[in-house]
């Protein structure tokens, strides 16, 4: 289990498995946050904690971003409808959580702007990103 909390302790998350790769992704808003995701369903393998603020593209979005509202970290994005099994997606900033862990994993690089396309792996992994 990969567990993540904000920088005041207000807010959390817990992935019930082990991600084969990261998400970094240059969508106007995720490059803004610098966040590194790793994914999941709500309530299956990923359950959250405490009170978020929520932020919605204003082109409608099909995902809410949700942060700390004390210390405004940047937690998970949860998308705003079922998917056609019925299962809400959910995305955790691996940022969250501890390095050592999840140091290895190797970073998938998503072009979120432009093309909507994954680019080829690089060979990074997290910890080259960590900083």
Not at 9 to 16: C, I, Y
Not at 67 to 95: E, H, L, Q, T
């Amino acid at each position: 289990m990969l567990n993540g909390r904000c920088h005041c302790g207000e807010v959390g998350w817990a992935l019930d498995a082990f991600p084969a790769s990261i998400t970094a992704c240059n969508c106007s808003v995720c490059r803004r946050y610098g966040a590194l995701w790793a994914y999941g369903t709500v309530g299956v393998d990923v359950q959250t904690s405490g009170e978020t603020g929520v932020y919605r593209r204003s082109d409608g979005g099909d995902l809410d971003f949700h942060f700390c509202s004390k210390c405004g970290c940047m937690m998970y994005w949860a998308a705003v409808a079922p998917d056609g099994d019925g299962r809400m997606r959910i995305a955790v900033n691996v940022r969250m959580s501890d390095l050592s862990p999840i140091r290895r994993i190797p970073i998938r690089h998503f072009e979120g702007h432009e093309s909507y396309s994954e680019l080829p792996r690089d060979g990074r992994t997290v910890a080259d990103m960590w900083f």
